[in-house]
């Protein structure tokens, strides 16, 4: 392929994008029926003979950009969704274009040097002890993975086991706490480690999600306490300096699932809810959720970096940390794309303050939503403390029909939830490029819709 047609298809590209970036404020937030009807035109026989590269992005763009869910824009509030800030999209396209492998540093010393600065502004901006260790990998699930399998690693090797090597049959057992209301990829993570979905104590939790810290079993120095930051429903956050102190005191390692709720830590606003945080051992978080960089983004921190390092190296555990990090030490992938770079960016472009402004501002946005929908006579069912926001529209089924409507309007997208047994319609405001008038206009939707949708109960 010659240089002109590069040019020209990337250029394409850029224009095709732009417009599409430009415009996803004028179309129904879900896609059309129409458009998803359309999908059907991508069945196509695999082809004999090869296509034009630009006829390959023009159908990609004519078929498919109609048919995205419009998450990148400015009033997607469904599950817990980042946008894609400006800079960190524009420096993902670009180490799109470099193409490298980020296993080894001789494979791409840009990339080595670009995590390592990455990994301790993360640090930095989340309030994490600097000797950490850490990795960036595909998101809050993976995130997990790796943290629990650095506890693994450090409390199998203090009963004198290699896991490693030995794997876990006739392992000395390892005791897992987690919450009752532990998010499912946590458990998936406990499943993929040999600790089991179901082999764990679960301790009961308050009106808001959050873990008991009264309530946690005898701690022992082969127990895991998994803590949440970050209810994926209420946003609540777990009592981590109860937790933490408890835990340490015997020994216990901590792993915080903080996907979201880690993000509360930079913002000084919400330092207090977050407190205690830093005084466990591993901490898990999305890049992808609030800091608004592009799928696929995952960030996980381990004090101990040594545990995390024999966990993940593809060298004999025995080795000595060498000097120069190792991305693919840290992480379960070996080759894989340049993540760092995209978060990198993302914090290159905030700062310290504009991290900060991101979460307030979001959280800002959710207690509008809150205090509207409450003033309206709907039923806010948890207490915004961050960023998500749990509203029921009367019995269940009537909630259930607000949801659909609601997303058939198009004005904004919100999803559903069970919250203590109670159909709700879940508000997650992440994007940083919702504005005040976004918050009105789909707060104004969704109560002219509720109304309306109640009434035909
Ligand atoms: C979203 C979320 C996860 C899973 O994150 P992925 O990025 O989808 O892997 C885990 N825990 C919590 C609390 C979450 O909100």
Same mark, same amino acid.
């Given at each position: 392929?010659?240089?002109?047609?590069?040019?020209?298809?990337?250029?394409?590209? *850029?224009? @095709?994008?732009?417009?599409?970036?430009?415009?996803?404020?004028?179309?129904?937030?879900?896609?059309?029926?129409?458009?998803?009807?359309?999908?059907?035109?991508?069945?196509m026989? +695999?082809?004999?003979?090869? !296509?034009?590269?630009?006829?390959?992005?023009? !159908?990609?763009?004519?078929?498919?950009?109609?048919?995205?869910?419009?998450?990148?824009?400015?009033?997607?509030?469904?599950?817990?969704?980042?946008?894609?800030?400006?800079? *960190?999209?524009?420096?993902?396209?670009?180490?799109?274009?470099?193409?490298?492998?980020?296993? +080894?540093?001789?494979?791409?010393?840009? $990339?080595?040097?670009?995590?390592?600065?990455?990994?301790?502004?993360?640090?930095?901006?989340?309030?994490?002890?600097?000797?950490?260790?850490?990795?960036?990998?595909?998101?809050? *699930?993976?995130?997990?993975?790796?943290?629990?399998?650095?506890?693994?690693h450090?409390?199998?090797?203090?009963?004198?086991?290699?896991?490693?090597?030995?794997?876990?049959?006739?392992?000395?057992?390892?005791? $897992?706490?987690?919450?009752?209301?532990?998010? &499912?990829?946590?458990?998936?993570?406990?499943?993929?480690?040999?600790?089991?979905?179901?082999?764990?104590?679960?301790?009961?939790?308050?009106?808001?999600?959050?873990?008991?810290?009264?309530?946690?079993p005898?701690? !022992?120095?082969?127990?895991?306490?998994?803590?949440?930051?970050?209810?994926?429903n209420?946003?609540?956050?777990?009592?981590?300096?109860?937790?933490? *102190?408890?835990?340490?005191?015997?020994?216990?390692?901590?792993h915080v699932?903080?996907?979201?709720?880690?993000?509360?830590?930079?913002?000084?606003?919400?330092?207090?809810?977050?407190?205690?945080?830093?005084?466990?051992?591993?901490?898990?978080?999305?890049?992808?959720?609030?800091?608004? &960089?592009?799928?696929?983004?995952?960030?996980?921190?381990?004090?101990?970096?040594?545990?995390?390092?024999?966990?993940?190296?593809?060298?004999?555990?025995?080795?000595?940390?060498?000097?120069?990090?190792?991305?693919?030490?840290?992480?379960?992938?070996?080759?894989?794309?340049?993540r760092?770079?995209?978060?990198?960016?993302?914090?290159?472009?905030?700062?310290?303050?504009?991290?900060?402004?991101?979460?307030?501002?979001?959280?800002r946005?959710?207690?509008? +939503?809150?205090?509207?929908?409450?003033?309206?006579?709907?039923?806010?069912?948890?207490?915004?403390?961050?960023?998500?926001?749990?509203?029921? +529209?009367?019995?269940?089924?009537?909630?259930?029909? $607000?949801?659909e409507?609601?997303?058939?309007?198009?004005?904004?997208?919100?999803?559903?939830?069970?919250?203590?047994?109670?159909?709700?319609m @879940?508000?997650?405001?992440?994007?940083?490029?919702?504005?005040?008038?976004?918050?009105?206009?789909?707060?104004?939707?969704?109560?002219?819709?509720?109304?309306?949708a109640?009434?035909?109960?």
């Amino acid at each position: 392929m010659s240089n002109d047609t590069i040019e020209s298809l990337l250029q394409d590209c *850029t224009a @095709r994008a732009t417009t599409y970036l430009n415009t996803i404020d004028q179309r129904s937030v879900a896609p059309s029926a129409a458009a998803q009807a359309d999908l059907a035109q991508f069945v196509m026989p +695999f082809p004999a003979k090869s !296509t034009d590269p630009a006829e390959v992005l023009a !159908t990609l763009d004519q078929i498919g950009s109609p048919a995205t869910v419009a998450s990148a824009g400015q009033r997607y509030f469904g599950f817990v969704t980042g946008g894609s800030l400006p800079a *960190t999209l524009a420096a993902n396209w670009l180490a799109a274009a470099w193409d490298q492998n980020s296993a +080894f540093s001789v494979m791409s010393p840009v $990339v080595a040097q670009i995590e390592r600065v990455a990994l301790g502004w993360m640090l930095d901006v989340l309030g994490l002890p600097t000797e950490s260790a850490g990795g960036f990998v595909t998101g809050a *699930t993976m995130a997990n993975f790796v943290g629990l399998g650095a506890a693994r690693h450090a409390l199998l090797t203090r009963a004198g086991w290699d896991v490693e090597a030995q794997g876990l049959f006739g392992a000395p057992p390892i005791q $897992v706490v987690v919450g009752d209301e532990v998010h &499912v990829s946590l458990l998936k993570a406990l499943g993929m480690l040999g600790l089991g979905r179901e082999r764990v104590h679960r301790v009961p939790t308050d009106a808001q999600g959050r873990m008991v810290a009264e309530k946690l079993p005898p701690l !022992t120095d082969m127990t895991i306490v998994c803590t949440q930051a970050g209810n994926v429903n209420s946003g609540a956050i777990d009592p981590h300096d109860a937790i933490c *102190t408890s835990s340490r005191a015997k020994g216990a390692w901590v792993h915080v699932d903080g996907a979201f709720g880690l993000w509360a830590k930079a913002s000084p606003q919400f330092q207090e809810i977050a407190a205690g945080i830093e005084l466990a051992d591993s901490w898990a978080t999305d890049t992808h959720k609030w800091l608004n &960089v592009p799928y696929d983004g995952g960030f996980v921190a381990c004090r101990d970096a040594q545990a995390m390092h024999q966990a993940f190296t593809i060298n004999a555990p025995y080795l000595e940390l060498q000097a120069q990090r190792e991305p693919c030490h840290y992480t379960p992938e070996m080759s894989r794309r340049a993540r760092g770079i995209d978060v990198w960016a993302a914090l290159y472009s905030l700062g310290r303050e504009g991290a900060a402004a991101l979460i307030e501002r979001t959280c800002r946005h959710a207690s509008r +939503f809150g205090q509207g929908l409450a003033e309206a006579g709907f039923d806010v069912l948890n207490d915004v403390v961050l960023n998500q926001v749990l509203v029921s +529209f009367g019995d269940d089924e009537t909630t259930n029909r $607000v949801i659909e409507a609601v997303q058939a309007d198009g004005t904004c997208w919100c999803g559903g939830t069970v919250w203590h047994g109670r159909a709700a319609m @879940r508000i997650s405001v992440s994007s940083w490029a919702t504005t005040d008038d976004d918050v009105e206009r789909s707060l104004a939707a969704i109560i002219r819709v509720a109304k309306g949708a109640a009434g035909r109960g």
